[in-house]
């Protein structure tokens, strides 16, 4: 069975960080595609990061570069995100999403979301 469950979400004042992990299992975690992606209160669900199967190939919101790093572990089979210099607007449910997979040089689109995440950043 397909899973991703994310943690680590929680409450955080300004400035501080936040380590969030997601754990996949039922499918070839190495060959996909993976991402963070967040929904704010009345805002639409957006991407944070994303990393490719090839570990040094990562993408950023303009919105967190420099303050967020996304990584994964293969053997792990997670993919985590290290948010630092958290500023109130970060305030949202983070997913964790497996965005597609890779077949030998052919990529398939194929969407799986985690059960989300919430972090809150206040003082």
């Known amino acids: 069975q397909v899973h991703l469950v994310e943690s680590g979400g929680g409450l955080v004042r300004p400035g501080g960080s936040l380590r969030l992990n997601c754990v996949a299992s039922g499918f070839t975690f190495s060959a996909s595609k993976m991402s963070w992606y967040r929904q704010g209160p009345g805002k639409e669900r957006e991407l944070v990061a994303q990393?490719?199967?090839?570990?040094?190939?990562?993408t950023y919101a303009d919105s967190v570069k420099g303050r967020f790093s996304i990584s994964r572990d293969n053997d792990k089979q997670t993919v985590s995100l290290e948010m630092n210099s958290l500023k109130p607007e970060d305030t949202a449910v983070y997913y964790c999403?497996?965005?597609?997979?890779?077949?030998?040089?052919?990529?398939?689109?194929?969407?799986?979301w985690g059960q989300g995440t919430q972090v809150t950043v206040s003082s």
């Open positions: 999403s497996r965005d597609g997979y890779w077949i030998g040089y052919e990529y398939l689109p194929s969407t799986l």
């Open positions: 990393i490719d199967k090839t570990p040094g190939s990562t």
